[in-house]
């Protein structure tokens, strides 16, 4: 049996000129995301990452089983654990785990095992990915849920961008002691990524090639 439909009625229909400068100003305004390294430790209130997360939640993922869970963590004992077990790993992928290839290709950006921003930032984000959809002690198979996650996590991204805080992926390797961390240590979850948040501290820079982006051309074709 096919499941009721609504009628669309939150679409908001625009004129082609309209559209077009839309779409302009949001490539001016996604084009000044930079990811931070350096974060103030200034506070941001939860209301604001609580809406940050409901944006999130509303991307597009398959059959709306919506197979994500957020922690967001803004205690300092917890902030502190992550720091001290996420540089032990980047120590070890710093020493050498990395290849000499990928160290190569990490040069313009200046990074090192180095991650006081694990502390200093207000807000870390843990984003995990889930397998299965548990419902009131059902199992349910998830699907796409790389793709998924991947896709709530842009939203996120661009969530925080909006509201005007700065950002920083981090995908320490293997990331597994975040599910400890977070008491998501369970067989159906996989942490996927962690997002920092928070103001950019005064001194903040990012690396000058971080700027240079593909052309159109380069990116893409129209056919
Ligand atoms: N996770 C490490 C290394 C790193 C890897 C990539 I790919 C980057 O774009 C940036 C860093 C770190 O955080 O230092």
């Excluded at 957020?70 to 980047?90: C, G, H, S, Y």
């Excluded at 950006?109 to 959809?133: C, Q």
Aim: proline letters at 6%; one cysteine or more; aromatic letters at 8%.
């Amino acid at each position: 049996m096919t499941q009721a439909h609504l009628p669309l009625t939150d679409f908001i229909e625009y004129s082609a000129a309209e559209m077009l400068t839309r779409a302009q100003d949001n490539y001016q305004q996604v084009k000044r995301r930079h990811s931070i390294r350096a974060f103030s430790d200034r506070a941001v209130p939860q209301a604001i990452i609580e809406q940050c997360i409901l944006a999130a939640g509303t991307a597009p993922n398959g059959a709306n089983h919506q197979p994500w869970h957020f922690v967001a963590i803004n205690r300092p004992d917890i902030k502190m654990q992550i720091r001290q077990q996420a540089e032990a790993l980047e120590q070890a992928f710093y020493a050498g785990r990395a290849g000499a290839e990928w160290l190569d290709a990490l040069k313009p950006l200046g990074t090192n095992a180095d991650k006081p921003y694990l502390e200093h930032a207000p807000w870390l984000i843990a984003v995990f990915s889930k397998k299965r959809m548990e419902e009131a002690g059902e199992q349910k198979s998830n699907y796409y849920v790389h793709e998924s996650v991947g896709i709530a996590t842009g939203f996120l991204i661009q969530a925080l961008h909006h509201a005007g805080l700065g950002t920083l992926t981090h995908t320490p390797k293997p990331m597994s002691f975040l599910s400890k961390v977070c008491g998501r240590d369970n067989d159906n979850e996989r942490p996927y990524m962690l997002i920092i948040a928070g103001y950019p501290a005064d001194d903040a820079t990012i690396p000058q090639h971080a700027v240079q982006k593909k052309s159109l051309d380069e990116i893409c074709d129209f056919i």
